[in-house]
Antibody, heavy 120, light 108 residues
């Protein structure tokens, strides 16, 4: 079955760049028909979609995050990564990666999530 | 702040039925499919319903979804203690994926 696993530092200092990686097994990020996405959940809050990367390398992210988001793929390792720059305490959240099925945009499966705390 | 509004909480006794509403607009729910996710305590969200009313094969038929106009509804029948969780609706608007505010289901 398809599995996703997030990894990365659990603590990031304010103004630095948050970097996370999602390792995919059971599917290929080089195949079409799906987007590879990042979603976050602030403590005790709802879900916020961050953005996605397509097999072609094209990306799209939530305009609310302005130009702080970069999503890149590594087809040799079948993984994709999130970089969020200039972080503040407001970026403290659990970060999930998920596969988004095209064309009707539902997310399945999700990774287990990783908590990232922004603090000095 | 999410533009998809859900009631903060609903509750019912085991065996009973609950419904969770997800209210949006013509720009999102009104013109796109809706999905639903279950988030058990301390775990990642899990897909329950996709394309308004379809269930993945592993999801029991106690869970059902519907959509009418700019609102969607998730119904859970035959409530079980294991259904106690947060539930989120999802859709999109202008290519931005949206999630509902979330509803906590409590089993009395």
């Amino acid at each position: 079955q398809v599995q996703l696993q997030e990894s990365g530092p659990g603590l990031v200092k304010p103004s630095q760049t948050l970097s996370l990686t999602c390792a995919v097994s059971g599917d290929s990020i080089r195949s079409g028909g799906k987007y590879w996405s990042w979603i976050r959940q602030h403590p005790g809050k709802g879900l916020e979609w961050i953005g996605y990367i397509y097999y072609s390398g094209s990306t799209y992210h939530n305009p609310s995050l302005k130009s702080r988001v970069i999503i890149v793929g590594d087809t040799s390792k079948n993984q994709f990564s999130l970089r969020l720059s200039s972080v503040t305490a407001a970026d403290t959240a659990v970060y999930y990666c998920a596969r988004e099925v095209i064309p009707y945009n539902w997310f399945d499966p999700w990774g287990q999530g990783t908590l990232v705390t922004v603090s000095s | 702040q999410s533009v998809l509004t859900q009631p903060p909480s609903v509750s019912a006794a085991p065996g009973q039925k609950v419904t969770i509403s997800c209210s949006g607009s013509s720009s999102n729910i009104g013109n796109n499919f809706v999905s639903w996710y279950q988030q058990l305590p301390g775990t990642a969200p899990k897909l329950l319903i996709y394309e308004n009313n379809k269930r993945p094969s592993e999801i029991p038929d106690r869970f059902s979804g519907s959509k009418s106009g700019t609102s969607a509804t998730l119904a859970i029948t035959g409530l079980q203690t294991g259904d106690e969780a947060d539930y989120f609706c999802g859709t999109w608007e202008s290519s931005v994926r949206l999630f509902g505010t979330g509803t906590k289901v409590t089993i009395l």
